[in-house]
C-alpha cells in the first residue's frame, strides 16, 4: 500500500508549473465525444482537485468554429487541461493560442487510435513520425504561456514500441507532463495495458508521467502505481459509469481510506442528474441521443441489466426513460 504522504508528486529540485497545477494523484483522460461539458462538471462536482481533461479539439474544426459546446467551459472546472488534435504545426499554435485564455494546460493528442483520425496523419500516426510531433509541440508552445503535455501510446504496434524514445523526444520538444496508455494503436481497447512499460518510461524521462488504461477501480489505481512508478493515473472508461470513481481514487491517496462505489440507488440518480444536464445543454432530442453510449457503462452488473439497456439505448421519449430507471431494481 502507498502511504498518505506520496499524494503530492515528487518534487526534484525546484516544483515545476505542472507540479504546483496537478494537485491529486489521478485527473480524468480525454475521451471523444465523452469528456464533455456536463461529464466534466460531474467529475468536479466530486473531485475539486483532480485535472480534469476535455474531450479531443480538433485544430482544423476550431480554425472554422471558435465558440461552440465543445469549448464550453465554466470556472468550476478549473484545473482544466484542454486536449488538441491536428498534424499542421500552424494549426495546432492557433488552437493553442485562442484555448489558452480557457486552459491551465494545453494537451496534444498523440494516442487516438480510431482509423479516421490516423488516416488523417494525426493522433497515433505522430508516433509514427516523431521529428512532425517534436515540431508540433514547438509550434503549440509558440502559442500559448501554459505548459504543454502529450498522451500517446506504448507504439503504433507491438514492433513499433518507441514510447521510451518517443517521451524523450516530446521532453525534449517542451513537453512538461505525459500521460501514456499501456497499449499500442494495433491494440485499440482489446488486452491489457502493460503498466511495467509505462514504468520504463518514467525511468528515462524527467518530467511527471500520469499512466493511463484499464484503472476501473481504486484498487487498480493502487496496483498500476505500484506497478509503473508513475506519478498518477488517468482514468478513463471506467468514468463514463462512474463520476464519482476519481473522487475516491484521489481520497485514497490522501488518507489511505478506501470509500465504497456508489451504490444502485445512487447510480441511478447520477444517470438521471447526467441525462438533464445533457438535454439542458443540447436540447431534448439530442441530449436523449447522446446519453445513449453511457447506459451500458452506469448499468453494468446491475440485474436484469441487458434488458433496460436494450430499451434505453433506442428509447426516445424522456418520461418512458425515467420510468424504467425507476424500475431497476435497487436492492
Known amino acids: 500500500m502507498l502511504s498518505s504522504?506520496?499524494?503530492?508528486?515528487?518534487?526534484?529540485?525546484?516544483?515545476?508549473?505542472?507540479?504546483?497545477?496537478?494537485?491529486?494523484?489521478v485527473s480524468l483522460a480525454p475521451m471523444a465525444g465523452i469528456t464533455d461539458y456536463v461529464m466534466r462538471k460531474l467529475v468536479r462536482g466530486y473531485s475539486s482537485d483532480c485535472l480534469i481533461t476535455t474531450e479531443m479539439i480538433s485544430s482544423e474544426f476550431l480554425a472554422q468554429v471558435k465558440e461552440s459546446v465543445i469549448t464550453k467551459l465554466d470556472d468550476e472546472q478549473h484545473p482544466i487541461n484542454f486536449q488538441i488534435s491536428g498534424h499542421k504545426p500552424h494549426l495546432m499554435k492557433a488552437a493553442a493560442e485562442y484555448l489558452s485564455e480557457k486552459a491551465d494546460m494545453i494537451d496534444i493528442n498523440m494516442g487516438c487510435p480510431v482509423n479516421k483520425v490516423v488516416k488523417g496523419q494525426d493522433g497515433c500516426s505522430l508516433?509514427?513520425?516523431?521529428?512532425?510531433?517534436?515540431?508540433?509541440?514547438?509550434a503549440v508552445k509558440g502559442g500559448t504561456d501554459k505548459p504543454v503535455s502529450v498522451k500517446f501510446r506504448l507504439g503504433y504496434t507491438a514492433d513499433e514500441m518507441?514510447?521510451?524514445?518517443?517521451?524523450?523526444?516530446?521532453?525534449?520538444?517542451?513537453?512538461?507532463?505525459?500521460?501514456?496508455?499501456?497499449?499500442?494503436?494495433?491494440?485499440?481497447?482489446?488486452?491489457?495495458?502493460?503498466?511495467?512499460?509505462?514504468?520504463?518510461?518514467?525511468?528515462?524521462?524527467?518530467?511527471p508521467v500520469f499512466a493511463n488504461g484499464d484503472i476501473c477501480s481504486v484498487e487498480d489505481a493502487i496496483k498500476c502505481i505500484e506497478c509503473s512508478k508513475a506519478d498518477g493515473v488517468a482514468v478513463g472508461r471506467a468514468a463514463m459509469g462512474d463520476?464519482?470513481?476519481?473522487?475516491?481514487?484521489?481520497?485514497?491517496?490522501?488518507?489511505?481510506?478506501?470509500?465504497?462505489?456508489?451504490s444502485?440507488?445512487?447510480?441511478?440518480?447520477?444517470?438521471?442528474?447526467?441525462l438533464n444536464e445533457e438535454i439542458k445543454l443540447r436540447g431534448e432530442q439530442v441530449g436523449i441521443k447522446f446519453m445513449r453510449k453511457f447506459y451500458s457503462f452506469y448499468i453494468t452488473g446491475i440485474k436484469n441489466a441487458a434488458k433496460a439497456r436494450s430499451i434505453l439505448v433506442v428509447e426516445d421519449n424522456?418520461?418512458?426513460?425515467?420510468?424504467?430507471?425507476?424500475?431497476?431494481?435497487v436492492a
Open 5 to 25: 504522504q506520496q499524494n503530492r508528486l515528487p518534487i526534484k529540485n525546484s516544483e515545476s508549473r505542472v507540479q504546483k497545477l496537478i494537485k491529486s494523484k
Open 318 to 329: 424522456y418520461d418512458n426513460i425515467i420510468k424504467i430507471l425507476d424500475e431497476i431494481p
Open 243 to 262: 463520476p464519482t470513481l476519481i473522487s475516491r481514487i484521489s481520497h485514497y491517496f490522501s488518507t489511505g481510506e478506501i470509500l465504497p462505489a456508489p
Open 264 to 274: 444502485i440507488k445512487e447510480k441511478i440518480d447520477i444517470i438521471k442528474i447526467h
Open 127 to 138: 508516433m509514427r513520425n516523431p521529428d512532425l510531433a517534436a515540431d508540433i509541440v514547438k
Open 162 to 207: 518507441n514510447y521510451v524514445e518517443f517521451g524523450q523526444r516530446m521532453q525534449e520538444a517542451g513537453a512538461e507532463f505525459i500521460t501514456i496508455h499501456g497499449r499500442t494503436r494495433s491494440q485499440m481497447y482489446s488486452g491489457h495495458a502493460d503498466w511495467s512499460k509505462i514504468r520504463i518510461l518514467k525511468e528515462n524521462v524527467d518530467i
